[in-house]
């Protein structure tokens, strides 16, 4: 009886690796990205469609305490052109963005454009309660840096 036991512990402890492991793949091991554009251009309209995206969420992996608020945070391309007709319609400064990335977010460290020269509008900027939108783009690159809560919402 005690071997059946401990055969079955056994069992049990070889196949949680393989059941991780799976989960990883399914889920996104920590460090992937999201690269569908299709969730961006609906939290940002006014952005138009993009050329390419790389983004991660806060409800990818398993992150601790479950939340039901959603932010996420990214880089995109705008298609050719947009940031002129952006520049043109709104009043735009020369603004980066803070350095820091939460510990959700690090794998955005050193991503993005290279010596990028970031502008930001407040007219793009959303603020509210329970929701908020943070845009910077780079005059050189057309990209776009986004860090949204509940950006549906």
Request: glycine share 10%.
């Amino acid at each position: 009886m005690e071997r059946r036991k401990l055969i079955g512990i056994g069992a049990g402890l070889a196949v949680l690796p393989a059941w991780w492991t799976l989960r990883q793949v399914v889920n996104g091991a920590k460090g992937d990205w999201h690269t569908d554009t299709t969730p961006l251009e609906r939290a940002f309209p006014l952005l138009g469609p993009l050329a390419d995206a790389k983004w991660v969420s806060s409800r990818d992996n398993d992150r601790g305490v479950p939340s039901p608020e959603l932010v996420i945070s990214g880089f995109a391309r705008l298609a050719s052109g947009k940031l002129a007709e952006l520049t043109a319609a709104h009043a735009f400064v020369s603004d980066g963005p803070a350095d820091d990335f939460s510990s959700w977010f690090e794998t955005l460290e050193g991503e993005g454009p290279e010596n990028p020269r970031w502008i930001r509008s407040h007219e793009l900027d959303r603020d509210g309660s329970g929701y908020s939108t943070k845009l910077w783009f780079d005059r050189r690159s057309d990209i776009v840096r986004f860090w949204a809560l509940n950006p549906y919402g």
